[in-house]
């Protein structure tokens, strides 16, 4: 089993001064293991990563809310996820949980109530949510406003987005569409599928980048699809650290650098208030 090497106990301080209410719309709160206990089927182990580490560090990037994303190895138990959510407060927490396809209204109900506001799908880890569950859930949770956030590899996205553009519910593609530089560069004609999904409303792109460079720290062949997916839909793409940057081998990232990418990929302070306070307040429902 191998096991992740734990955050950085010590942020860099940003140049990136960010606005009031910037939202970090991807963080894991992990642990510890005797009290949530993780899938046997896991392909990792991660060290615990409790909400005061990542408060310290999100304090440092001057970030004010934040959504709680259910890790894989958690498969669909998602009380870690809510907790979390629970000592962070709804005031500044949302979350996105991992649910079975014969989940009770009533169980969909109380997640909500907890702070849940989307479902997650991802192929790209052992547990959680099977991708062949993804319309029975979609028409499950559309009546909650919620919407569907998925971890696939780009090879699958084909198969996919005919699918995405059917759903009641918006989707959020995870990791930048989990597309590498390389791929984006050499693969034009899924990256033109995902921005038609774009033009039509149906979808989202979290700008969480390190995980498509090849090249690593400084991640210097990330900018062109960052600024591809920024410029063509700034209404409906969100950031997000990935902290605790599970299952990363090498270079730990430091979350003050990736917030700082944003300097590079958008130059409009105006666009970056977008990506960081107001496209998040829409999709995950928080107060303007």
Same mark, same amino acid.
């Given at each position: 089993?191998?096991?992740?090497?734990? /955050?950085?106990?010590?942020?860099? #301080?940003?140049t990136?001064?960010v606005?009031?209410?910037?939202?970090?719309?991807?963080?894991?709160?992990?642990? /510890?293991?005797a +009290? *949530? &206990?993780? #899938? &046997?089927?896991?392909?990792?182990?991660? /060290?615990?990563?409790?909400? @005061? !580490?990542?408060l310290?560090?999100?304090?440092?990037?001057?970030?004010?809310r934040?959504?709680?994303?259910?890790? #894989?190895?958690?498969?669909?138990?998602?009380?870690?996820?809510?907790?979390?959510?629970?000592?962070?407060?709804?005031?500044? !927490? =949302?979350?996105?949980?991992?649910?079975?396809?014969?989940i #009770?209204?009533?169980?969909?109900? %109380?997640?909500?109530a907890?702070?849940?506001?989307? %479902?997650?799908?991802?192929?790209?880890a052992g547990?959680?949510?099977?991708?062949?569950?993804?319309?029975?859930? %979609? +028409?499950?949770?559309?009546? $909650?406003?919620?919407?569907?956030?998925? *971890?696939?590899?780009?090879?699958?996205?084909?198969?996919?987005?005919?699918?995405?553009?059917?759903?009641?519910?918006?989707?959020?593609?995870?990791?930048?569409?989990?597309?590498?530089?390389?791929?984006?560069?050499?693969?034009?004609?899924?990256? !033109?599928?995902?921005?038609?999904?774009? @033009?039509?409303?149906?979808?989202?792109?979290?700008?969480?980048?390190? =995980?498509?460079?090849?090249?690593?720290?400084? *991640?210097?062949?990330?900018?062109?699809?960052?600024? $591809?997916?920024? !410029?063509h839909? /700034?209404? =409906?793409?969100?950031?997000?650290?990935?902290?605790?940057?599970?299952?990363?081998?090498?270079?730990?990232p @430091?979350?003050?650098? $990736?917030?700082?990418?944003? $300097?590079?990929?958008?130059?409009?302070?105006?666009?970056?208030?977008?990506?960081?306070?107001?496209?998040?307040?829409?999709? *995950?429902?928080?107060?303007?």
């Amino acid at each position: 089993m191998n096991l992740c090497q734990p /955050p950085r106990a010590v942020t860099r #301080s940003p140049t990136l001064v960010v606005p009031e209410n910037a939202c970090d719309c991807h963080c894991h709160i992990i642990g /510890p293991e005797a +009290r *949530y &206990p993780v #899938s &046997p089927s896991r392909t990792f182990t991660a /060290p615990d990563a409790l909400t @005061d !580490a990542y408060l310290r560090m999100a304090g440092t990037l001057g970030i004010e809310r934040m959504v709680i994303v259910q890790p #894989s190895f958690y498969g669909t138990d998602n009380s870690r996820t809510v907790d979390a959510i629970a000592e962070l407060g709804q005031h500044r !927490a =949302r979350g996105v949980a991992a649910v079975s396809p014969d989940i #009770s209204q009533d169980d969909l109900c %109380a997640l909500d109530a907890a702070g849940i506001r989307a %479902a997650r799908f991802i192929t790209t880890a052992g547990g959680g949510a099977a991708i062949a569950d993804l319309e029975t859930v %979609a +028409r499950k949770i559309a009546p $909650l406003g919620w919407h569907v956030e998925l *971890y696939v590899p780009p090879v699958s996205w084909p198969d996919i987005l005919p699918t995405l553009a059917k759903l009641p519910v918006p989707a959020v593609l995870d990791h930048m569409a989990a597309l590498s530089a390389d791929e984006a560069r050499n693969d034009p004609a899924v990256v !033109a599928a995902i921005l038609r999904l774009l @033009d039509a409303g149906k979808a989202w792109v979290k700008l969480c980048g390190y =995980r498509a460079s090849a090249a690593g720290h400084p *991640y210097a062949d990330v900018p062109p699809l960052a600024k $591809l997916l920024i !410029a063509h839909a /700034p209404s =409906r793409c969100v950031w997000g650290s990935d902290w605790p940057h599970t299952a990363i081998a090498g270079h730990m990232p @430091d979350d003050g650098d $990736l917030i700082d990418l944003l $300097l590079d990929w958008e130059p409009d302070e105006a666009v970056r208030k977008a990506i960081l306070v107001d496209n998040p307040a829409r999709l *995950y429902g928080f107060d303007t």
